[in-house]
């Protein structure tokens, strides 16, 4: 039976509470939110913390709110709260897209929107949807509060640009008019990471995308960002042979590794299908919504 190695442990009563402890324990301390990414890690011995500080009890830290400009998304929020907001269903289908196909509903029960970005994982689902949104976030540490972009957060695999003494406290996603998104994910089996993932926003101006972001989960991109397709959408006619055009673009500019899931060049091929499946559904969104 595979157990953790002996770890201390502590239930953080508020931010400060936590960041004061993450301090005072030093870089082998490890925040503990809902446990499904950490604790498996944990029984590998593929992390070896010292010190958890579980968070478990900043329930101020789950919320969804929205606002004129931009919906703030509290890091302790669980996947299931995601899922069954009325908020997030009329301005981010991406993110129902998604978390319908994240894990099953006992992760998405106890999981958490920031435990999951800070994660880092080069398959996370949230975060290619993130990506796609144009979303940032909020970290909170002994400094002060800072806000870095979702293309600025991930600084390699399993690895983020929050310090040793900081906590992401919240996620911000734009409200942009017009918007519309979709995530689509191949998987050997419901709830397993994603073989390849695509996410995908545009917004048009009359026939013709005026912008347009396409996130990618599992396929080697640092960023999640399919850049050189989002630059090849814009000012074209939305439709298929456009959309087949970005999908080609993304498979050519990934970069993805063969491995128990698949070989590379099979991820690329769906990359390429899944890109153009995301941008003709974010575009029928488009469509639906201006028919309102």
Known sequence: MQVPAPVDYQRARSVEDAISLLERHGPEARLLAGGHSLLPMM??????????????????????????????????????????SPVIARLFPIAIDAEKVIADPIVRNRGTVGGSLCQGDPSEDLSAVFAALGASVVIRGTGGTRVVSLDDFHAG???????PAEILIEVKVPVVAGMGSAYE???????????????????????????ARIGLAAVGVGDFRAKEAEAHLLGKEAGAETFA??????????????????????????VAELTQRALTRAHQRVLEGESK
């Open 43 to 84: 029984k590998l011995r593929l992390a070896q913390p010292e010190f958890l500080i579980d968070i478990g009890d900043l329930g101020d830290l789950s919320y969804i709110r929205e606002g004129p400009n931009e919906v703030t998304i509290g890091a302790m929020t669980r996947h299931a709260e995601l899922l069954s």
């Open 157 to 163: 695999p399993y690895s983020t640009v929050v310090g």
């Open 185 to 211: 994910k191949v998987e050997r089996r419901v709830g397993d990471w994603a073989i390849a993932a695509v996410g995908a926003s545009i917004t048009l101006s009359g026939s013709t995308i005026a912008s």
């Open 245 to 270: 055009q970005a999908g080609a673009i993304a498979a050519q500019n990934c970069n993805p590794h063969a491995d128990q899931r698949g070989p590379e060049d099979y991820k690329r091929h769906l």
